[in-house]
């Protein structure tokens, strides 16, 4: 059974940061692509950073420069190094994770809350 497990969410004040992890177990292909997703209340979900299998990067434009995502293959581990963070930033942030197979899958979610 597949789980994707998040932490690091949590509140913090304008120009703080934060680390969010999460953890892919019961895998069994290959993992093409993690990336991070956030969802604002009454918005749509939106991709905010992603990394491939051979380490290539890309962010949406509103977080370069703040946000690094990372990943370790061996432990089948993506973070989300969120610095400078804005009230903007505020959202309920989904790990996602892509196979080989084409399947997908998505984390439950964890809270960020930047207070101004």
């Known amino acids: 059974q597949v789980q994707l497990v998040e932490s690091g969410g949590g509140l913090v004040q304008a120009g703080g940061s934060l680390r969010l992890s999460c953890a892919a177990s019961g895998i069994s292909f290959g993992i093409k692509a993690m990336a991070w997703y956030r969802q604002a209340p009454g918005k749509q979900r939106d991709v905010v950073a992603a990394i491939s299998s051979g380490g290539m990067t890309s962010y949406v434009d509103s977080v370069k420069g703040r946000f690094t995502i990372s990943r370790d293959a061996a432990k089948n581990t993506v973070y989300l190094q969120m610095n400078n963070l804005k009230p903007e930033d505020t959202a309920v942030y989904y790990c996602?994770?892509?196979?080989?197979?084409?399947?997908?899958?998505w984390g439950q979610g964890t809270q960020v809350t930047v207070s101004s």
């Open positions: 996602y994770v892509a196979v080989v197979t084409d399947l997908r899958y």
